[in-house]
């Protein structure tokens, strides 16, 4: 699948805002899946996009990894919001 760079961006942000709101397991893997997608775009002029994309991807698959990202347990206040680990 090839979608244009600014839907592709557009679909991260709407994803993470959900996942902020909510998170769940199969909205944290469709994250991290469209961030690889975005740092394997042979059409992405921008070498910070695509880092970005590679680091976040890393580090969302390590927060998929841990067996958390339906709900971490690092909970701070309001029960919907998690605290992920950004560096």
Do not use: F
Not at 49 to 66: F, P, Y
């Amino acid at each position: 699948m090839n979608l244009e760079l600014d839907v592709l961006l557009a679909s991260i942000y709407y994803l993470m805002t959900r996942y902020a709101r909510r998170p769940d397991r199969r909205v944290a893997q469709a994250i991290a899946e469209h961030l690889r997608m975005l740092e394997e775009r042979g059409d992405c002029d921008s070498a910070v996009l695509r880092n970005a994309g590679r680091r976040l991807a890393a580090q969302w698959s390590e927060h998929l990894d841990c067996g958390c990202a339906a709900g971490c347990p690092e909970v701070t206040g309001d029960p919907h919001r998690t605290r992920v680990k950004l560096h």
